[in-house]
C-alpha cells in the first residue's frame, strides 16, 4: 500500500518496500532489551530492540513489539513470569548471541540469574523488570505486547544503545546548563 505523502519537505511516499522502512526507522534510537524465563528446565530468550517503558505508571506497564514469526513467543507466551533485563554498555556480543538462530546454544555460558518464577535475568543489565503478560494486541506483523512489571531492579551498567543496526554507547553530551 502506498502512503500518503506529506507537503513537507524531504518527506515522501515510500511505497511497500519494507527495507525503506527499517532503514529509515534505524535512525531511531533506542536500547535493546531481553524478554527471558526458564519453562520445564529450559531457558527461552526473545531479544527486542521495540522495548518501551513508562506506557503506564498505574498499572506499572512497558510494551514490546514481537515478530508473529518468533518461536520464541509461542514458547514463552503463556509463562507466568517473564525476566526482562535491558542490555548494558559492553553487552552487544551478548545481545548477539542471545538472538541467535541456533535457540539452543543462546545460553551457554551465559551467566544469568533465575528466579523462583522462572523469570531469567542477565547479569550486568542496566535494568531488570520481572513482568507477567497484561495483554496481546494484534499489530499487523507484530503483535503489541503489554507487560506488567511487578519487581524492579536498578543495575550499575549504563545501557546499551542500538541506533544503525549497530550497538552504541552512551557519551556524555557537551554540558548543557538548564536554568
Ligand atoms: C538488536 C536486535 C533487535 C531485535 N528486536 C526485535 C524486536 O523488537 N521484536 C522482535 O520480535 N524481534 C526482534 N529481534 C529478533 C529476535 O531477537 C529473534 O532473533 C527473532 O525473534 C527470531 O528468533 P525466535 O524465532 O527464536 O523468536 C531483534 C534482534 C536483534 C539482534
Keep these: 500500500m502506498t502512503q500518503d505523502v506529506l507537503t513537507r519537505p524531504k518527506v515522501r511516499a515510500f511505497g511497500d518496500d519494507p527495507m525503506t522502512v527499517r532503514s529509515a526507522f534505524a535512525q531511531f534510537p533506542s536500547g535493546v532489551a531481553v524478554l527471558a524465563a526458564e519453562i520445564?528446565?529450559?531457558?527461552?530468550?526473545?531479544?527486542?530492540?521495540?522495548?518501551?517503558?513508562?506506557?503506564?505508571?498505574?498499572?506499572?506497564?512497558?510494551?514490546?513489539a514481537v515478530q508473529k514469526s518468533s518461536e520464541t513467543w509461542e514458547l514463552i507466551?503463556?509463562?507466568?513470569?517473564?525476566?526482562?533485563?535491558?542490555?548494558?554498555?559492553?553487552?552487544?556480543?551478548?545481545?548477539?548471541?542471545?538472538?541467535?538462530?541456533d535457540r539452543a546454544a543462546r545460553f551457554e555460558q551465559v551467566a544469568i540469574e533465575v528466579d523462583r518464577e522462572g523469570a531469567v535475568f542477565i547479569e550486568d543489565a542496566?535494568?531488570?523488570?520481572?513482568?507477567?503478560?497484561?495483554?496481546?494486541?494484534?499489530?499487523?506483523?507484530?503483535?503489541?505486547?503489554?507487560?506488567?512489571?511487578?519487581?524492579?531492579?536498578?543495575?550499575?551498567?549504563?545501557?546499551?544503545?542500538?541506533?544503525?543496526?549497530?550497538?552504541?554507547?552512551?557519551?556524555?553530551?557537551?554540558s548543557f546548563d538548564v536554568k
Excluded at 40 to 64: I, N, Q, W, Y
Design 77 to 101: 507466551k503463556d509463562a507466568n513470569r517473564l525476566g526482562v533485563s535491558i542490555f548494558g554498555k559492553g553487552q552487544g556480543d551478548l545481545t548477539r548471541k542471545l538472538a541467535s538462530k
Design 40 to 64: 520445564c528446565k529450559e531457558k527461552h530468550a526473545l531479544v527486542a530492540s521495540s522495548f518501551m517503558v513508562g506506557v503506564s505508571l498505574e498499572p506499572c506497564l512497558v510494551a514490546v
Design 126 to 174: 542496566a535494568l531488570w523488570l520481572e513482568c507477567s503478560i497484561h495483554k496481546v494486541s494484534d499489530a499487523g506483523d507484530h503483535w503489541m505486547v503489554l507487560l506488567e512489571v511487578g519487581k524492579l531492579g536498578v543495575g550499575e551498567n549504563e545501557p546499551l544503545i542500538w541506533h544503525g543496526a549497530k550497538f552504541r554507547e552512551l557519551v556524555s553530551a557537551q
